[in-house]
């Protein structure tokens, strides 16, 4: 296993921790909106993350001379950004067209949430090589 297949494999964990965290928060408390908007945008965040690994992965085997003819992660590669400006549009969307269910600052928040993620990431692997 690659240190990028092991380092998107640990962010899937902790994704999985949080979402199951915000869950038991929207069952539990009475602040339900605010944990399904968390819910929604880590979990869109995360589907952002995923278009980063693969096109990471398809520059990297490109770079590596492997090309082969995966269509669906070429498309993925090709067209990342306006994936993930869509997801997160339709993210906010969702909060905006339903707003007594789902809080739209949550929804953000979410969405924010995956960086602060990968920032933790960063700090700590830089603290370790230091």
């Known amino acids: 296993m690659t240190s990028l297949q092991q380092k ?5 964990i902790v994704t999985a921790i ?4 915000f ?7 009475p602040y339900q ?3 399904l908007g968390l819910v929604i ?3 869109f965040s995360y ?6 690994y693969i096109k990471t992965k398809v520059v990297g085997d490109r770079a590596a001379g492997m090309s082969g003819k995966a269509y669906l992660a070429n498309g993925i590669a090709s067209f990342g950004m306006l994936i993930r400006f869509g997801l997160a549009v339709c993210a906010v969307a969702l909060a905006v067209s339903f707003p007594e269910t789902i809080d739209l600052i949550s929804v953000i928040t979410g969405l924010a949430l995956i960086y602060i993620f990968l ?4 700090t700590i692997e830089f603290i370790r090589k230091r």
């Open 18 to 21: 949080f979402i199951l965290l």
């Open 8 to 12: 998107m494999k640990g962010f899937t």
């Open 47 to 52: 589907i952002n993350l995923c278009t980063i």
């Open 41 to 43: 945008g880590l979990s």
């Open 23 to 29: 869950l038991i928060g929207y069952i539990i408390t």
């Open 119 to 122: 920032l933790i990431d960063m």
């Open 33 to 35: 909106s605010h944990f």
